[in-house]
């Protein structure tokens, strides 16, 4: 080995407390940007597979009921190429040993043979008989929540007639990769499952015999969705066609996409943030290293080495680190990746998972983090290789300082000698200072991102689920019908109020923009479903007019005053233009309100509701949940209190999951920018601090002026990590706001404590390894040698 | 201008006959708003084989001096030729490549690379030089070769200037430039150190220049040339050289 390279790794080696920090901020930005992307393209590589494998379907339609013959008319649709009818109904289903209610939606497996489009994988078992009614396919989330296998046998109450059903196989489908219960918006395994059933069974059970009320389709090469999507609602249009739509609006598809690009945003915000502050801690160690060997530098010019080959050498210092740490970070981030992968698979329901880290995505990491280190050193480098050598070999001139800014300002009185000396030092270099600050700063600031989405989920939960909601439990009719069912319940003996709802699903229309929703009618004095301003407060759902989410309302790009066309998808499919009479502020989902009788009114049709909402004697208990259950009209029952459990339940993994690791992230930030700072500060002052101990300080007082420079490091630090912390939090949310979800600002005061106590614990780690060297600084040592 | 006598006419032709030749040198740092001139107009002339003292008290611009012959640093105004090329003219790759093939530098400091033991400083010239000796050969003549694996810091000063001379020498240079290569030390290791330098511009034929405050030492060379304030001043031919252990201070 080249005696230059030799000294290279020694120098690496006397560096390697510091360069390890580093090499750890490095690896945590590569680890975050090969999980995050190679969990994406993972994903994304399963679900193309899957798809592919069992023909997911380009268009969907639902209709009230069409003959099988209509069929044929829309095999004729030119931009289609394979259609396949199927029917689809909700059922209630009851579990041996499990309380609550359980609604499921049945679709029909074709009479012979398997499905053309939306294939089952099978993970268990096989199809029912075509002939049987009783043999049924469940979807594997539920069947893992209840413990179904072929063989288990479960009741289901189908149109009101209980039926004992056996199951013959378990399975996945590309429609239910992300399976949530209609209305909801979270995965419920244990109370929604999705189940498969011959078509002959199924028809002849919700009397739709020779008919069908769902369509989906695969386009043609080259065809196009708006005019198969046009076509499909033309001929569906008299059978109660609900309005066709593409995969852009398939629920389960919808949150994957949606995933997808959050992990999309994980791979490019974090590491920038992890690089840029690496590069930062190779800037100032290498200038520091450039510094200390200035003289060795001369020698070596002295001898013959050119600028090229000394740049080279520090740059190859810097590669070493760099590889360090994408070495780790690699493999950290293949690790994670698997672990992330396998999180989402708990929620995404794939048949398997394609983990795979591609080459491409080391190589990119590798050209981002070499990029980053170097642009970080190029000046050092540039400075090591210019130095004049005739001028590098004397010693470097004592450092300039100034009196303080602090002192100047009349404070000096308060300061004692050796504070002086911190705040001096501070000032000396003010862009370093700087530098360090907003390091420390970040990783206060990656804490606050972490743990703000506890504080916006407890939002969410709070502003949806208990201020807006007031019911304990929701019944869903199985069609509109008269107030009668409103009655009933009424009248049930636990139930102390009840109040109607009616749901109309349509299309809003507003210029070019037009959105698929539903609108929801609600008493005028509504008690038990609030809408709230921007405030929380309730508002008073208006006489006439819609009031619509804030996020719908900019969506379709307008606001009070303005109108909407309205046009319904079902019963009379009126289209009328209606006034926006308020905006409203939700974060689940988005809303579109009237008043009930105008709702009624605008669709020509009588009192028809939908529903009914339930103010029960407590809580509500499991006999008035199957009480509820065994009425026919009834399609499907939700109970508040398990919505918001299970809320808690699903996020509470993901968010275990993200604040642990966002913790480690921040902690190697935090670790990497003090130890960096406390070491450069013992290298430069080292022969000042000895002295001082010389003088007769104590070990105390000299730590104190070293370490007092990185309190204020790491109070200032944590200072404008608050107020980054806060506009990465705003930056980030900006870009997650979609329809299905907006997440609330909050900021809790818990969280900026938090990421207060990691940042200084961190601090206090680095500063006590610091101590430590400055216990045994050698005073004999430090003297003698030449800087 | 009075100095600069009886070298000046005789060497005008044959460039064999001179290693260096520097006509009018001067050198002019600016600091802040002061000039200061440390080499005012300097001709003088080296020889193949030659050893050379510079005397001169602090601040007269030996330094400077040798490090322009050196081609460390540059000159204000002035040439300097080092046998056939133009070193005030040359640029930074052209100096470059005259110090690793041509000059062999000892600094007063040592300058050692403390990360890397004594034949490994030896070996960082050794490995981009056209001719070298062998560390273990540079070292052995400065008698050192049972110290090949010590860091710097665990060599005596005396010791360490010794490795810096077994560095300069290894790569078997033209010249040797010497700055101060006995200051920190005490006289009788100073004597052990110029022996080495001595030995070497006998048995190598070396152009030696060294620097030295120690009027003493002098008597060692074959010319001694003074220097004040930037000038050259007074230029003695020793007709007998005294050996190193001949050296009292
Ligand atoms: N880089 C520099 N910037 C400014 N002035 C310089 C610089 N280098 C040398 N000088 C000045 O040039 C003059 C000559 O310096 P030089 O180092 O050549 O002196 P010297 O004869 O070697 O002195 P000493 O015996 O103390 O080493 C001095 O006045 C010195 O202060
Ligand atoms: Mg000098």
Redesign the interface.
């Known amino acids: 080995m080249?005696?230059?390279d030799?000294?290279l790794l020694?120098?690496f080696w006397?560096l390697r407390g510091q360069s390890l920090a580093i090499s750890l901020v490095i690896a945590s930005g590569i680890a975050t940007f090969i999980m995050s992307l190679a969990t994406l393209d993972s994903l994304q590589r399963t679900r193309s597979r899957f798809y592919a494998e069992q023909r997911f379907a380009d268009v969907f339609a639902s209709l009230m009921r069409a003959p099988e013959s209509v069929e044929a008319q829309l095999a004729e649709i030119a931009d289609l190429r394979l259609v396949e009818t199927r029917v689809v109904a909700p059922v209630h289903l009851e579990v041996a040993g499990f309380d609550e209610p359980i609604t499921g939606r049945l679709l029909s497996l074709p009479d012979s043979g398997k499905p053309t489009l939306n294939g089952l994988h099978w993970i268990q078992g096989g199809p029912p008989d075509p002939r049987s009614d009783d043999e049924i396919v469940v979807s594997e989330s539920f069947a893992l929540a209840h413990r179904l296998t072929p063989g288990s046998s479960l009741t289901a109450i189908l149109h009101g007639r209980r039926k004992h059903l056996t199951v013959t196989g378990v399975a996945l489908s590309p429609e239910y990769i992300y399976l949530i219960p209609p209305g909801g918006t979270i995965p419920d395994d244990k109370t929604f499952g999705v189940l498969w059933m011959p078509r002959r069974a199924l028809q002849s059970a919700y009397d739709l015999e020779g008919a069908f009320n769902d369509v989906t389709a695969r386009l043609a090469h080259g065809g196009s969705e708006a005019r198969a999507l046009d076509a499909l609602d033309t001929v569906l249009e008299q059978y109660g066609g609900l309005g066709a739509y593409g995969r852009d609006d398939q629920l389960s598809h919808r949150f994957l996409s949606e995933e997808f690009r959050q992990l999309e945003q994980m791979a490019t915000l974090f590491p920038a943030i992890f690089l840029s502050v690496a590069s930062f801690l190779l800037n100032v160690v290498i200038t520091r290293l450039v510094a200390t060997q200035r003289?060795?530098i001369?020698?070596?010019?002295?001898?013959?080495?050119?600028?090229i080959v000394i740049g080279i050498h520090f740059t190859k210092l810097v590669l070493v680190i760099v590889a360090v740490g994408l070495l780790a970070g690699t493999l950290a981030g293949r690790w994670l990746g698997l672990g992330l992968s396998a999180m989402y698979t708990k929620f995404y329901h794939f048949p398997y998972l394609d983990y795979e880290v591609a080459p491409l995505f080391i190589v990119a990491g590798a050209a981002v983090a070499i990029t980053a280190g170097l642009l970080g050193t190029i000046h050092a480098v540039w400075r090591a290789a210019h130095l004049?050598?005739?001028?590098a070999?004397r010693p470097e001139p004592p450092a300039s300082y100034r009196v303080s800014l602090v002192e100047r300002l009349g404070l000096q009185r308060w300061l004692h000698q050796p504070t002086r000396m911190i705040i001096r030092h501070l000032e000396r270099r003010p862009l370093k200072s700087s530098l360090s600050i907003l390091g420390m700063s970040f990783a206060c600031a990656i804490l606050i991102l972490g743990a703000f989405f506890g504080d916006a989920i407890e939002e969410m939960v709070n502003v949806q689920l208990r201020f807006a909601a007031q019911d304990d439990a929701t019944a869903h009719l199985i069609e509109p019908t008269s107030r009668r069912a409103l009655f009933e319940l009424e009248s049930l003996e636990e139930v102390d109020q009840a109040e109607p709802f009616r749901i109309v699903p349509v299309r809003l229309r507003a210029g070019h923009k037009e959105y698929r929703t539903a609108i929801e009618g609600l008493p005028i004095d509504s008690r038990l479903a609030h809408r709230l301003d921007q405030n929380h407060r309730p508002v008073p759902i208006p006489v006439d007019g819609l009031m619509l989410s804030e996020f719908l309302g900019d969506w379709l790009g307008v606001g009070v005053g303005d109108s909407v066309t309205v046009e319904a998808l079902e019963g009379s499919r009126t289209v009328k233009r209606v006034p926006i009479a308020r905006l409203v502020r939700d974060y689940i989902g988005v809303s579109a309100t009237m008043n009930l009788p105008s709702l009624n009114r605008l669709m020509d049709e009588g009192d028809a509701i939908s529903g009914v909402r339930l103010d029960a004697r407590g809580s509500g208990s499991s006999s008035l949940y199957r009480q509820l259950e065994a009425r026919p009209q009834i399609g499907g029952t939700s109970i508040r209190a398990n919505i918001i459990r299970n809320f808690y339940d699903t996020m509470a993994e993901q968010m275990l999951t993200f604040s642990f690791f966002n913790t480690l992230l921040a902690m190697t930030i935090a670790f990497g920018v003090v130890y960096n700072s406390a070491r450069i500060a013992l290298s430069e002052r080292g022969r000042e601090l000895a002295s001082l101990r010389v003088l007769g300080f104590t070990r105390g007082e000299i730590a104190y002026i070293l370490l007092g420079e990185l309190a204020i490091l790491t109070a200032l630090g944590i200072l404008l990590g608050f107020g980054l912390g806060w506009l990465l939090t705003a930056f980030l949310i900006q870009n997650l706001q979609t329809d299905l979800f907006r997440i609330p600002f909050v900021i809790d005061i818990s969280t900026f404590a938090l990421a207060t106590t990691v940042v200084i614990v961190s601090a206090l780690i680095s500063a006590a390894l610091v101590r430590r060297k400055l216990n045994r600084l050698d005073l004999v040592a430090v003297l003698k040698t030449?800087e | 201008m009075e100095p600069n006598t009886r070298e000046g006419g005789s060497t005008t032709a044959a460039d064999e006959h001179v290693v260096f030749r520097a006509r009018a040198l001067t050198k002019i740092y600016q600091v802040g708003e002061v000039e200061v001139h440390a080499l005012r107009g300097v001709d003088l002339e080296l020889h193949p084989g030659e050893l050379v003292v510079l005397l001169g008290p602090s601040g007269s611009g030996k330094s400077?001096l040798l490090?322009i012959l050196?081609g460390?640093?540059t000159a204000t105004s002035g040439e300097v030729r080092y046998r056939d090329r133009v070193l005030t003219e040359a640029s930074?790759?052209e100096l470059?490549?005259?110090?690793?093939?041509h000059?062999g530098?000892v600094?007063q400091?040592y300058?050692?690379?403390?990360?890397?033991t004594a034949k490994?400083?030896v070996?960082?010239?050794t490995?981009?030089?056209r001719d070298p000796m062998k560390p273990e050969d540079a070292l052995a003549r400065v008698g050192l070769s049972d110290r090949l694996d010590h860091f710097p810091a665990q060599l005596s000063g005396g010791q360490q200037q010794r490795v810096a001379i077994a560095?300069a020498i290894a790569?078997n240079p033209a010249v040797l430039l010497c700055d101060e290569p006995t200051g920190a030390l005490d006289s009788a290791t100073g004597i052990v150190v110029l022996e080495v330098l001595d030995r070497i511009n006998r048995e190598l034929g070396t152009t030696t220049a060294v620097i030295t405050h120690n009027a003493d030492i002098a008597s060692m060379a074959d010319r001694v040339i003074h220097l004040t304030d930037g000038r050259i001043g007074q230029v003695i031919v020793n007709e007998t050289k005294k050996s190193p252990s001949e050296l009292r201070w």
Not at chain 2, 96 to 101: E, F, G, I, K
Not at chain 2, 111 to 116: E, M, W, Y
């Open positions: 080249r005696a230059l030799r000294k020694r120098d006397h003289e060795q001369a020698a070596l010019k002295a001898f013959g080495y050119s600028n004049p050598p005739a001028e070999m030449r | 400077t490090n050196g460390l640093d930074e790759r470059t490549q005259y110090r690793r093939h000059v530098f600094f400091f300058n050692l690379i403390p990360s890397l490994e400083n070996a960082v010239v490995e981009i030089a560095r790569k």
